[in-house]
């Protein structure tokens, strides 16, 4: 009998031990015990689009220590899962099902390129998990699984090229289109091919043309550019992505083509990708975003002091020249808007997240506040035209008053003036 009973008191002392290690348990409720929440990090760490994604990583476990040291959420601890879906389409979908299905993740902060998102969409929204995407777009998508933290055409590409075509930008009247052969560049070019014939420039005063990924010899095209451009004042459009934007720019100095005889603006080039490049022959080319580095303003000066610290205290690679742009900071409103709208639910569920997301405001670097529109899943931002300068930050030649709201659906478009936010939106929802 006094086995008996020493062998059942094993039992439940091994069921205490089990219960109190979260052994057992499901992982949510394992979390809940040891009072921890898991994100995913899906950046490309290697590949082509290693020389844009790494610093999103950093920046998004920048926010998750800082949020941390703050007490977490509801006093849960952020445990980052990071993945290298190594700039390779369909891993991004594979790791992304593992991040929410075997590591149990609240949200997921990741993604570049659009081929990689479209990649991922359905996995998201065939397993209910909450994207937050930091980079511009084509727009042409409104998903109840993605929160659009980055640009759509409306903040970023039309405005350059309203831009471009002012006395301000130059009075270009000739347009090279050049980009990347992947979705993003080709649907952005079919909407500005659109705005542009809306403006009255002809097709023969558009070029377009694409490269691959990873591409590296623009010696002919950048003759090609210039040839072009002997026809009327002329501009390019660059939607080249990731590491082939060295040599395009090394090419354009190598060929003298300078800003003041046909203006470069890109969409995907900010801080970290002139960072290999001497951009003392690049002065004047054009970028346009929602932030840069070189903004003045309270808000950005505490953001790039802390930057600098964390590379320090990681000593990360780049901590001897610590950059900020764009995706950066659209990274970094996307940790603390998530926050926010799980504090204000008082839930880590996505679906309560989902709905306490709408609204949501965050004093952004770019000194503005950001907010997420109550319908369309993207934010509303500022928009800043830069010129190129000599130690490769960006002077800004001209800005929007205020934060533009973004138009998912381009009016450039047909077919677009039938589709609406709140109705797209809601039918997902429905469907989902």
């Not at 994100?39 to 082509?48: K, Q, R």
């Not at 590296?216 to 095209?221: A, L, R, V």
């Not at 890109?266 to 929602?290: C, I, M, Q, Y």
């Not at 930057?307 to 742009?325: E, H, Q, R, V």
Request: net charge positive; proline share 5%.
């Amino acid at each position: 009998m006094l086995q008996r009973r020493r062998f059942i008191s094993r039992i439940i002392a091994s069921a205490a031990l089990a219960a109190a290690a979260g052994v057992g348990l499901h992982p949510i409720a394992a979390h809940a015990q040891s009072k921890t929440v898991r994100i995913g990090v899906l950046h490309s760490l290697s590949g082509t689009m290693a020389i844009s994604e790494t610093v999103l990583k950093d920046v998004v476990l920048m926010a998750v220590e800082e949020i941390n040291a703050a007490g977490g959420v509801m006093g849960h601890k952020i445990e980052p899962v990071v993945v290298d879906p190594a700039s390779n389409w369909p891993l991004f979908a594979e790791k992304a099902r593992q991040l929410l299905t075997q590591d149990k993740v609240a949200a997921v902060f990741g993604c570049w390129t659009s081929v990689s998102r479209k990649s991922v969409l359905p996995v998201f929204e065939e397993l209910n998990g909450l994207l937050y995407y930091p980079v511009q777009y084509e727009g042409e998508e409104i998903s109840k699984n993605v929160f659009y933290t980055g640009a759509a055409p409306n903040q970023q590409a039309i405005p350059a090229v309203e831009y471009l075509m002012s006395k301000d930008g130059g009075g270009a009247r000739r347009f090279v289109l050049l980009g990347t052969d992947y979705v993003y560049p080709r649907t952005t070019n079919k909407i500005l091919r659109a705005f542009l014939k809306s403006k009255g420039v002809a097709d023969k005063d558009i070029d377009e043309k694409y490269t691959p990924f990873g591409h590296s010899d623009y010696q002919t095209i950048v003759a090609d550019i210039k040839k072009f451009a002997s026809g009327g004042k002329t501009a390019v459009i660059s939607t080249i992505n990731g590491d082939s934007n060295v040599p395009f720019y090394k090419e354009l100095g190598n060929q003298g083509l300078k800003a003041t005889d046909v203006p470069v603006v890109a969409f995907s080039v900010g801080e970290e990708e002139l960072r290999g490049v001497d951009t003392k022959p690049l002065v004047g080319h054009l970028a346009a975003w929602n932030y840069f580095m070189s903004l003045k303003n309270p808000e950005n000066d505490g953001w790039k002091k802390k930057w600098a610290a964390y590379t320090k205290a990681k000593k990360l690679p780049y901590a001897d020249k610590p950059l900020t742009n764009d995706p950066m900071e659209a990274a970094y409103i996307g940790v603390y808007m998530w926050k926010q709208a799980a504090e204000k639910a008082k839930s880590f569920d996505v679906d309560k997240v989902r709905v306490a997301m709408y609204g949501q405001t965050f004093k952004a670097p770019s000194g503005f506040v950001a907010k997420m529109d109550e319908k369309n899943h993207h934010l509303h931002k500022p928009v800043f035209i830069g010129e190129v300068k000599a130690d490769g930050q960006f002077n800004v030649v001209w800005k929007t008053k205020g934060p533009i709201k973004a138009q998912p659906w381009s009016p450039f478009i047909a077919g677009n003036d039938k589709k609406k936010d709140e109705p797209a939106l809601m039918a997902a929802v429905k469907k989902g």
